[in-house]
């Protein structure tokens, strides 16, 4: 199965314990991240989150729903948060808060593998598209996040 390795950076004006606080909170992700289409509680253990699982369905430019199912692995408020998917996207996701002068600056790893049987046949020709989609998906999250937070847009 291909495997594809995603990192992205944002900065905010903004304290950490916000950011982190809002980031945390998916399910209401899509009320502030377009292209998030349904975020479903599926369990709810731990106070923390640890062993927590939701359901996430995605969707951009490209035709396609993207379904997975992510159970958090790891909680270090206000500066970590880890989780691992599996479903249509099966890998390791890893959020990063680190504060800074102005703010929050934020970092988020995905290390993935597609499990569909369609992706992984087109996978040696539509790689670019693949990374272009997700590159889009976190551009709308980065804005949605600026407007939940109160702030400017990014200059473009």
């Not at 790689?127 to 272009?132: D, N, S």
């Not at 949605?144 to 200059?155: E, I, N, V």
């Amino acid at each position: 199965m291909p495997g594809y390795r995603f990192v992205t950076d944002w900065d905010f004006e903004a304290p950490i314990e916000e950011v982190f606080e809002t980031v945390g909170d998916s399910l209401r992700w899509p009320e502030w991240w377009r292209g998030i289409r349904a975020v479903t509680e599926l369990t709810d253990h731990e106070p923390q989150g640890i062993g927590n699982r939701r359901r996430y369905v995605f969707r951009s430019f490209l035709p396609y729903d993207l379904v997975f199912v992510m159970q958090v692995t790891g909680v270090d408020q206000p500066v970590a948060l880890t989780g691992h998917a599996t479903g249509e996207l099966e890998g390791d996701g890893r959020w990063f808060f680190t504060p800074t002068a102005t703010g929050t600056h934020v970092r988020y790893e995905w290390d993935v593998r597609t499990t569909q049987w369609w992706m992984n046949l087109l996978a040696p020709i539509a790689r670019p598209v693949f990374t272009w989609n997700h590159g889009i998906v976190m551009r709308w999250g980065e804005e949605g996040l600026r407007r939940r937070l109160g702030l400017p847009a990014r200059p473009k």
